[in-house]
Nanobody, 120 residues
């Protein structure tokens, strides 16, 4: 069983910054990928940023240059530094982990989500 717990969400003004954290616990393979997705009301869940255990990263075009994803492999924790926030960034942000070392194939896990609201 794997559990993901997000923290760091809240209310911030446009142009402000926020840092999200996600700590994973349980039986996790060494080779994995962690990342963040978000979902706004009436919209589909979308990928925000991802990072492999080797440090490779990818970002959605809408957040490139503003958000930075990082991780601490020893702690199985992933972070998302969000700068220059815009109202359109408002959404519930979900942490995701995919185990890649299982002989039974990749297996994904999701956190419960943390609310980020960007408004004056």
């Amino acid at each position: 069983q794997v559990q993901l717990v997000e923290s760091g969400g809240g209310l911030v003004q446009p142009g402000g910054s926020l840092r999200l954290s996600c700590a994973a616990s349980g039986s996790i393979f060494r080779i994995n990928s962690m990342g963040w997705h978000r979902q706004a009301p009436g919209k589909q869940r979308e990928l925000v940023a991802g990072i492999s255990s080797g440090g490779s990263t990818n970002y959605a075009a809408s957040v490139k240059g503003r958000f930075t994803i990082s991780r601490d492999n020893a702690k199985n924790t992933v972070y998302l530094q969000m700068n220059s926030l815009k109202p359109e960034d408002t959404a519930v942000y979900y942490c995701n982990l995919v185990d890649l070392g299982s002989p039974y194939g990749p297996k994904g896990y999701w956190g419960q989500g943390t609310q980020v609201t960007v408004s004056s």
